[in-house]
């Protein structure tokens, strides 16, 4: 079976640092893509960031510059660094496969339990 696990939220005050990580297991690993997505009270599921099989990174515009993906296949392991965290990044966080990436929650076929992140002083 796919599974997918986040883990590494927290709280943390703005200004401050998390890393995300997403260990998978049942498929093979190398040859899929990892998204990262994020779910605030009252607002819908968004993508924010995803690694290709081939290493492509990308990042939508409100995580750009701040966050950083990254996979370890050797582990089955992808992470996301979250530097200069803001409150408006208070979410849910899931990580997702598929073959392809897309910041689309529909285009992604399996997920994760998310990992809750809290930005607050």
């Known amino acids: 079976d796919v599974q997918l696990q986040a883990s590494g939220g927290g709280l943390v005050q703005p200004g401050g640092s998390l890393r995300l990580s997403c260990a998978a297991s049942?498929?093979?690993?190398?040859?899929?893509?990892i998204g990262w997505f994020r779910q605030a009270p009252g607002k819908e599921r968004e993508g924010i960031s995803c690694?290709?099989?081939?290493?492509?990174?990308g990042y939508v515009d409100s995580v750009e510059g701040r966050f950083t993906i990254s996979r370890d296949n050797a582990k089955n392991t992808v992470y996301l660094q979250m530097n200069v965290l803001k409150p408006e990044d208070t979410a849910v966080y899931y990580c997702?496969?598929?073959?392809?990436?897309?910041?689309?929650?529909?285009?992604?076929?399996?997920w994760g339990k998310g990992t809750q992140v809290t930005v607050s002083s």
């Open positions: 997702a496969t598929d073959r392809y990436c897309s910041y689309s929650p529909r285009d992604m076929d399996y």
């Open positions: 049942g498929f093979t690993f190398d040859d899929y893509a």
């Open positions: 690694i290709s099989s081939g290493d492509i990174t």
